[in-house]
């Protein structure tokens, strides 16, 4: 017979880590399935994280996986494992698959499964992130403080008004000068022409791009189409997102209004398939490590109430 944990966490990343955590606090039992599969996978370093600042998150993972299973605690497993189908039962159980054919049953689901970066369709843009492309400057943007200049990409979700001038007064602050680069968006050019004639750092190319070239370091050489070029100290933007599941299932999930995430309810991250709950990425607008572990934590509390209660009843 199977047997039957409090939950199953679905991703090994800062958010599922940190869920597992608050399940062992409250002793419950728990399983994180891992198929080692990371977003940051191709980051260096993670910053913004209370005394993990600047660190490679691959030692954070291997630092938060001992303190769960090496340490104090006995109630949670670590499956690195990637799922081939989660089902929703009629007893509102959830059934996971694992690509060794093996079952697994919980009471209460978490997704921590991430999400994918679409990347934009500009040429060289792809060997450039996440290097010398920024999509956060709490994440990233420090070490290269003092740049004469920095760009800013007003593509895809940052092509409005209020995102691009918000990214490139950011910026400002580790950088010289800022230009904005609309692509040939005369339309987004007009809009932002107001704010950018108050400020002599900031400056509008509104020439398409050909082509990003990466260097030998983290400067990026902006290549117009009227042959002419710049190089950047790096460049801001944020990419469209989508939630990652990667395994057949049954649950209704709806996604954000943005559908960058699941959509959820605040505060604990339950989705609309109840005694699911999704965390970090996948279940909220502002991705970075920090955010995700805190997202983490709430939603093992939810999960945690929640049972609770189940057994009331």
């Known amino acids: 017979m199977t047997a039957l944990f409090d939950c ?30 990371y977003r940051n996978s191709l980051t260096e370093h993670m910053h913004n994280v209370s005394t993990w600042d600047h660190q490679q998150p691959a030692d954070y993972r291997a630092a938060a996986r001992r303190e769960l299973t090496e340490g104090r605690y006995e109630t949670v497993t670590l499956a690195d494992v990637a799922l081939r189908k989660v089902w929703k039962l009629d007893s509102g159980e959830f059934e996971a698959t694992d690509a060794a054919g093996k079952t697994w049953r919980g009471r209460k689901l978490v997704l921590a499964t991430g999400v994918k970066d679409e990347i934009p369709d500009v040429p060289g843009y792809a060997d450039c992130w996440p290097r010398s492309i920024y999509h956060c400057l709490f994440c990233h ?91 950047e100290g790096f460049l801001v933007h944020a990419m469209k997102t989508t939630p990652v599941l990667g395994f057949e299932h049954n649950l209704e999930l709806e996604l954000s209004p943005q559908g960058s995430e699941f959509k959820t309810t605040v505060p604990f991250n339950e989705t609309t398939t109840p005694g699911c709950f999704a965390t970090g990425d996948c279940g909220m607008p502002l991705k970075a490590a920090g955010m995700a572990i805190s997202h983490g934590s709430l939603t093992a509390v939810g999960v945690v109430s929640q049972i609770a209660f189940d057994e009331k009843a």
């Open 141 to 231: 943007g420090f070490e290269e403080r003092g740049a004469d200049s920095v760009g800013v990409l007003a593509i895809g979700p940052v092509a409005n008004p209020k995102p691009a001038e918000h990214l490139a007064r950011m910026a400002h602050n580790l950088a010289k000068t800022v230009t904005i680069y609309t692509n040939a968006n005369e339309e987004l050019a007009e809009q932002l022409r107001p704010a950018v004639e108050k400020d002599e750092w900031l400056s509008l190319d509104t020439r398409a791009i050909k082509h990003l070239r990466k260097t030998d370091g983290i400067p990026v050489n902006v290549e117009l189409q009227d042959g002419t070029s710049k190089t």
């Open 8 to 37: 199953l966490i679905v991703g090994g990343g800062p958010a599922g880590l940190a869920a597992a955590l608050g399940l062992c606090r409250a002793v419950r039992t728990a399983v994180v399935f891992d198929s080692q599969t």
